[in-house]
């Protein structure tokens, strides 16, 4: 905005993979909001959480203020040593390991291991197999668009930590809503670490109700890959390949990517352009009346 004007409602944010359609929110009471979370909220939370996600009776799950609140605790869960990230992918995790000491690397054996599944800006898929370090974090933020590929399953095992995160498929994340799913030892770590009353209780209770919803998280992932073809064919046709994503965003190629980005950047739409690639552009998915102002600026 500083650069090329305009107010916060002018602009059409693109450059996340936030559901654009987000779950709509009622049936909150003045207690959730007067009172601290008791255990029992956590309790019907994490209850709904193992059903939606099909998480073994052997695994804890600890809710969390946001994803990124437990990545940033998950390097303190052991004695820092070698962690191994396949780049490209979501920055977050190098950054928390390498502030507690973590040395980052690409390849290799290592103490640890990062997994985003499905990779983030890729799309990637990771497999049972790829889970083979101590310490192995197998980030599903992106997972609900796809359950069927979950490595979920593998929470059970000691050392696993999958990670889930509300503000993608269902358009919350100012909700600041996430989940740890992994063997009880580390979960009570984990627990330790975040400290109490770490989730609101309007959090607790609207991710309740939107877990249980089934309806909406299938109309959901219809809609959603829907219009994930629909944004490939207005990017395709105007000289954009596609090389991976998922149907929250998709990533192309294109002839210059910093260009592209100013160019939508005029008409107030903001994409991802990433520091080690001049030709990769991300985008999200607009709202419904933000597909007409998008085909304009291209």
């Not at 207690?31 to 009776?57: Q, Y």
């Amino acid at each position: 905005m500083a650069r090329y004007g305009g107010k916060r409602d002018d602009w059409i944010d693109l450059s996340t993979g936030i559901n654009p359609h987000p779950f709509e929110v009622s049936g909150l009471r003045p207690s959730d909001w007067m009172e601290l979370p008791d255990h029992g909220a956590f309790e019907r939370l994490s209850d709904a959480a193992r059903d939606f996600w099909g998480v073994p009776d052997t695994a804890a799950i600890l809710p969390a203020p946001g994803a990124s609140a437990v990545i940033a605790r998950i390097p303190a869960l052991a004695t820092a040593g070698r962690v191994q990230i396949t780049m490209p992918t979501y920055n977050e995790h190098a950054a928390a390991f390498t502030a507690q000491g973590w040395a980052v690397q690409g390849t290799g054996a290592a103490q640890a291991r990062v997994i985003v599944h499905p990779n983030n800006p890729d799309g990637r898929i990771w497999q049972e197999a790829d889970a083979d370090a101590p310490l192995t974090v197998i980030d599903e933020s992106f997972c609900d668009v796809t359950p069927d590929a979950s490595l979920v399953h593998l929470a059970e095992r000691p050392g696993v930590v999958v990670l889930k995160s509300f503000g993608k498929f269902w358009g919350l994340a100012g909700l600041r809503l996430g989940f740890a799913i992994g063997h009880p030892d580390l979960i009570a770590r984990l627990n330790d670490l975040t400290g109490p009353w770490a989730v609101s209780g309007p959090a607790l209770r609207i991710g309740e109700q939107a877990l249980r919803d089934r309806a909406w998280a299938a109309a959901t992932r219809d809609r959603l890959a829907k219009d994930a073809a629909r944004l490939d064919r207005l990017l395709t046709t105007r000289g954009a390949r596609l090389v991976g994503g998922t149907s929250l965003f998709r990533l192309y190629d294109v002839d210059d990517a910093a260009a592209w980005q100013d160019r939508l950047a005029r008409a107030h739409i903001w994409s991802r352009v990433f520091p080690y690639s001049e030709t990769y552009l991300r985008l999200g998915l607009p709202t419904a009346d933000g597909w007409a102002r998008l085909e304009a600026a291209l």
